[in-house]
């Protein structure tokens, strides 16, 4: 008995090896049909772009469905107004990031914040205003928590959201005294990264909502 217990340990062991290596070549063929999407999202001319982009997608995701392929297939079809796929790819990404997050939040609440950000926008598109602004606020909450630990990197995340949420209160949700209040906010952000171009877009933007609201 103590020998066949020997044995099934061993082959146990070695099935976990063969499950390992074959867990990598699955990840590796995903990063290569992920790079074949990235590229066919580029080929503007070709007139089965989208059809292409999503075939190679679809076969990154078949060979293992990480949140980068997750993430930026959900992107690829927001862009292309495919709202409720992508939001299901958003859902799936937000799960896995948040359970990455658990372990290892410094390394994965930035992927939690900008999911939460993706999707909000999304809703928003599909007039899920609810669940827009808790998805919104979330994120803002994430930024703002990290940004107290290292400005310097995640203050403009601050800002793009802030900015993201000035707009909903102008468009959406009707809200001159939070958007104006938002709006400033993105400025003050912006005097401290003078020369950063996106940072100087998002003040831009925010000087048109406070235009917009008469300020």
């Not at 997750?70 to 990031?97: I, R």
């Not at 602004?133 to 800002?159: C, F, H, K, M, T």
């Not at 209160?169 to 996106?198: D, H, N």
Request: net charge negative; glycine share 2%.
């Amino acid at each position: 008995m103590a020998q066949d217990l020997s044995r099934l340990l061993e082959r146990d062991q070695q099935l976990d090896q063969e499950k390992a290596e074959i867990a990598r070549s699955r990840h590796q063929i995903a990063d290569e049909y992920l790079v074949k999407a990235r590229l066919w999202t580029t080929f503007y001319d070709q007139p089965q772009r989208f059809e292409q982009a999503c075939e190679y997608f679809d076969t990154a995701l078949e060979a293992a469905r990480t949140p980068t392929a997750l993430f930026e297939y959900a992107v690829f079809l927001q862009n292309h107004n495919c709202f409720e796929p992508a939001t299901v790819l958003y859902s799936e990404v937000l799960t896995s990031h948040r359970q990455l997050a658990q372990e290892n939040p410094r390394a994965y609440l930035p992927d939690v914040a900008m999911t939460l950000n993706n999707l909000a926008i999304l809703q928003a598109d599909q007039n899920q205003l609810s669940a827009a602004q808790a998805s919104y606020e979330e994120a803002l909450g994430i930024r703002r928590q990290l940004a107290q630990e290292n400005p310097r990197a995640y203050l403009p995340d601050v800002a793009m959201t802030l900015l993201n949420l000035s707009i909903f209160y102008l468009q959406a949700v009707p809200e001159r005294q939070t958007s104006t209040a938002l709006a400033r906010e993105v400025l003050a952000i912006s005097q401290e990264f003078p020369g950063i171009p996106r940072v100087a877009a998002y003040a831009a933007t925010a000087r048109r909502v406070l235009a917009a609201h008469g300020d």
